[in-house]
């Protein structure tokens, strides 16, 4: 499966303002893992940037004077998108920028829903995390990812982030298989298959000192609590020579 994590940088929060594209940062994932293959890209806009998404980002329209505009981009970044699946925090926003970005050149290069289908890992965070801050930094707080270095919003880096997050978000199911399908119409359905395994299963036992260890403790459980549950799995003689 090719997967693309995918952030964009703007000069304000609505493009229907006139608000333009100033950086894209793609992390390309080949099986859930980076292949190493990005896509990075800062853009000249022709427009200022809104009162403090300067701050956000660092990015100055002096830093941005000699970048190429998105039109002289637009072909490279759809080559590389094309066909794969985008995952996105808060989809809709950089969507809808791409979207405006893409009309921008006319009809010829249709809508980024023509080449790609989409995860919004803000919906996915959502789902697992109700009533909870779903941000990339609460996140990545809750999830264990360290984002110690993103002191400005950059698109590859926030993308790099993305990628981390979204691993620990959907860590258990993609693994294992697990799929959502279609029931004929009556809403979704789990469809889980396991991959088969390879060869026998390794067994592990427990060396003369775990295995003492362990009876010592029941014996001290059943002093306390007059059994253990573990009696109904294995034989308590042994157990009670310890106990002498």
Request: charged share 25%; net charge negative.
């Amino acid at each position: 499966m090719r997967q693309i994590i995918l952030d964009t940088e703007t000069t304000g929060l609505e493009w229907k303002k006139g608000n333009r594209v100033v950086e894209i940062g793609c992390v390309e994932l080949l099986e859930r893992r980076p292949s190493g293959r990005n896509f990075h890209r800062y853009l000249k806009p022709d427009c200022a940037f809104e009162a403090g998404a300067q701050e956000v980002t660092g990015l100055t329209l002096e830093f941005l004077a000699d970048k190429p505009a998105f039109e002289e981009v637009a072909e490279e970044f759809l080559a590389y998108v094309d066909g794969a699946e985008l995952i996105i925090h808060n989809a809709a926003f950089d969507l809808g920028f791409l979207d405006y970005e893409l009309s921008r050149l006319g009809d010829r290069y249709g809508r980024m829903a023509d080449r790609i289908t989409v995860v919004d890992t803000l919906l996915l965070a959502r789902e697992r995390f109700p009533g909870q801050r779903n941000s990339l930094d609460a996140l990545c707080k809750r999830l264990g990812v360290d984002n110690s270095h993103r002191q400005l919003h950059g698109a590859l880096l926030d993308a790099q982030i993305l990628a981390d997050v979204y691993i620990a978000l959907t860590s258990g199911q993609e693994e294992i298989g697990f799929a959502q399908a279609d029931a004929g119409g009556s809403g979704p359905a789990t469809v889980v298959a396991f991959a088969p395994v390879a060869g026998p299963r390794p067994r592990i036992g427990a060396d003369a000192g775990e295995r003492e260890a362990h009876l010592r403790r029941l014996a001290t459980l059943r002093k306390k609590a007059g059994h253990a549950l573990w009696d109904a799995l294995e034989p308590v003689a042994e157990a009670e020579a310890l106990e002498a």
